[in-house]
C-alpha cells in the first residue's frame, strides 16, 4: 500500500513564507515523478511546480523567483519552499507521486490530502 503524506501550510502575511513537505511511503519499484498542485476557491487544480520523469524542473510562470521545490530521493520526500508569498497564492497545495509499483514500466497517481495555504494580512 503506498501512502503520500504531506505537511506544513497555515497563515502567513504577505511577503511571508512557508515550507511544505511530502513523502511517498510503502510498497512500490520507484517513483517516477513528484511535485505540487494546488486548487484556490472556484478555480482548477494547477501544477505549481515539480519534477518531471526526466528529471527536470517545471514550475508555473505565476510562481518562477519565489518558490523553490527541492527533493530527497533517499527517503522519496519533496519539499516546496515557498517565498514572497501573495495573497494570490492561497490556496489547497496538494502532493502528487507518479509511482511504478512494479517492474512493468506503467505510472499510477497518488494525491496527499491536502494543506491550505492562506496569504493574508
Known amino acids: 500500500q503506498v501512502q503520500v503524506v504531506q505537511s506544513g501550510g497555515g497563515l502567513v502575511q504577505p511577503g511571508g513564507s512557508l515550507r511544505l513537505s511530502c513523502a511517498a511511503s510503502?510498497?512500490?519499484?520507484?517513483?517516477?515523478?513528484m511535485g505540487w498542485y494546488r486548487q484556490a476557491p472556484g478555480k482548477q487544480r494547477e501544477l505549481v511546480a515539480g519534477?518531471?520523469?526526466?528529471?527536470?524542473?517545471n514550475y508555473a510562470d505565476s510562481v518562477k523567483d519565489r518558490f523553490t521545490v527541492s527533493r530527497e530521493n533517499a527517503q522519496n520526500t519533496v519539499h516546496l519552499q515557498m517565498n514572497s508569498l501573495k495573497p494570490e497564492d492561497t490556496a489547497v497545495y496538494y502532493c502528487?507521486?507518479?509511482?511504478?509499483?512494479?517492474?512493468?514500466?506503467?505510472?499510477?497517481?497518488?494525491w496527499g490530502k491536502g494543506s491550505l495555504v492562506t496569504v493574508s494580512s
Open positions: 510503502g510498497s512500490f519499484f520507484r517513483i517516477l515523478s
Open positions: 502528487n507521486a507518479d509511482i511504478q509499483l512494479g517492474p512493468t514500466p506503467q505510472g499510477m497517481d497518488y
Open positions: 519534477f518531471t520523469r526526466a528529471g527536470d524542473i
